[in-house]
């Protein structure tokens, strides 16, 4: 049996999806940019993609610009909102994704602002009380804070978040590619002036993704060489990898109650039966309370199957993550489980869901960890 459980890394596309991408790909090959019919065609298809996506999220089609996915709209938000907005703080936490830590440690470094940490709970939640002290020490700070943490799942409640950032004048970005097309989102009436997208973690295609960025800010280009996204991102568009998000979120959207329900049940389901069958596992986060729907992350008591645990659940048809994949390869260990201090010396496991997984896999990977675990001692007889 297989079973894929890493739907945070990535998801696979849905099959309406294809369907919807492979005319585009076989038939309207035309510039976007060009002014003759098979441009304007195109064309034609860009911009309905745009209102698709804008008309489910509540805002303007000129708020969303289209990129190449989460990493380079969270990239845009932060670099070009200090160089536009006149930013010289920066306020965000040690759990991250590295494609905001990365960025803003550098600019830190570069001295073109100073970045500030706010404390994270030991479930990974953020402290807004600490958030708004270091809001009134440094007003007009740029706060960059994830809506769902991709390894643990923590939560964060994105309007209170927002409101305390419009209170002292500071903006907003929040790093919303594991909960778009998760939730119902309506961004026009939430405190947030930057958020991002990433089709390939709500079944669309890889390679393609957006931010949208609030009507009220004037942003400078992140790529230029071209006036292609409203002269915000030079360079042809990638018009099936468009079509096909755009779908792919017209149809989460359809879905969202139905498959949410559906995907909760099954991470339940396993928390359950870990529990039950396994006392001596543990969790990183508090995966029952504010947390998102898609992720569980399991601490496995240590032994010396820890370095080829998750190498052991890939033999047994197993698709799981030791944290992000953005990671994968690096042998420093998550930065989101030292960040909450917590369970440091077990091995974390991500477990992530999507719409296609059953209880039934769930099953099959209980079992699977009963034939892993008890011969390296690590479970009672």
Same mark, same amino acid.
């Given at each position: ?15 309406? !999806? ?22 304007? &065609? ?5 911009? =309905? ?63 073109? !602002? ?35 943490? %991709?390894?643990?799942?923590? @939560? ?10 419009? &209170? ?9 590619? =594991? ?9 026009? %009436? ?10 390939? &973690?709500? $079944?669309?295609? &890889? ?12 942003? =400078?280009? @992140? ?38 329900? =559906? ?20 969790? $990183? ?45 690096? %042998? ?16 974390? !496991? ?27 001692? !690590?479970? %009672?007889?």
């Amino acid at each position: 049996m297989k079973v894929y459980f890493d739907n945070a890394a990535t998801t696979p596309i849905d099959p309406e !999806v294809l369907e919807t991408m492979i005319p585009v790909m076989r038939e309207d090959f035309g510039n976007p940019s060009s002014s003759h019919s098979y441009g304007r &065609k195109v064309k034609a298809l860009l911009e =309905q993609s745009r209102k698709t996506i804008a008309a489910l999220l509540n805002v303007t089609p000129g708020e969303i610009c289209f990129t190449s996915g989460g990493t380079e709209a969270d990239n845009f938000a932060i670099r070009c909102g200090v160089e536009s907005l006149g930013i010289k703080n920066i306020i965000t936490s040690p759990t991250e994704h590295h494609a905001v830590l990365h960025t803003a440690e550098e600019l830190d470094k570069k001295g073109i !602002v100073k970045m500030h940490f706010v404390k994270v709970t030991s479930e990974g939640h953020i402290d807004l009380s600490d958030l708004e002290r270091l809001l009134i020490e440094f007003p007009g700070s740029l706060v960059s804070l994830m809506h769902a943490n %991709n390894e643990i799942g923590a @939560l964060l409640d994105i309007t209170k978040t927002g409101e305390l950032c419009k &209170k002292h004048n500071a903006y907003f970005h929040s790093d919303t590619v =594991q909960t778009m097309g998760h939730y119902k989102m309506d961004l026009e %009436n939430m405190p947030v002036d930057f958020a991002t997208g990433a089709a390939h &973690k709500f $079944n669309g295609p &890889k390679g393609v993704g957006f931010l949208y960025i609030s009507k009220k800010l004037k942003i =400078q280009p @992140l790529i230029t060489g071209g006036s292609q996204e409203r002269d915000l991102r030079g360079g042809t568009e990638n018009i099936y990898g468009i079509v096909g998000m755009a779908k792919a979120f017209e149809i989460c959207m359809r879905e969202c109650e139905t498959k949410s329900a =559906q995907i909760q049940a099954v991470k339940t389901y396993m928390i359950e039966c870990l529990k039950d069958q396994f006392p001596e596992i543990k969790f $990183n986060g508090n995966p029952e309370e504010k947390s998102l729907y898609t992720v569980l992350n399991v601490a496995f008591p240590p032994s010396d199957l820890n370095e080829m645990l998750l190498f052991g659940f890939d033999l047994r048809g197993i698709a799981v993550s030791g944290g992000s994949a953005c990671t994968s390869g690096s %042998n420093k260990g998550s930065h989101v489980i030292r960040a909450i201090g917590k369970n440091l010396d077990h091995t974390p !496991v991500r477990f992530s869901f999507g719409k296609y997984n059953t209880k039934e896999e769930v099953d099959y990977v209980l079992s699977q960890i009963q034939e892993l675990l008890k011969p390296a001692g !690590v479970l %009672n007889a």
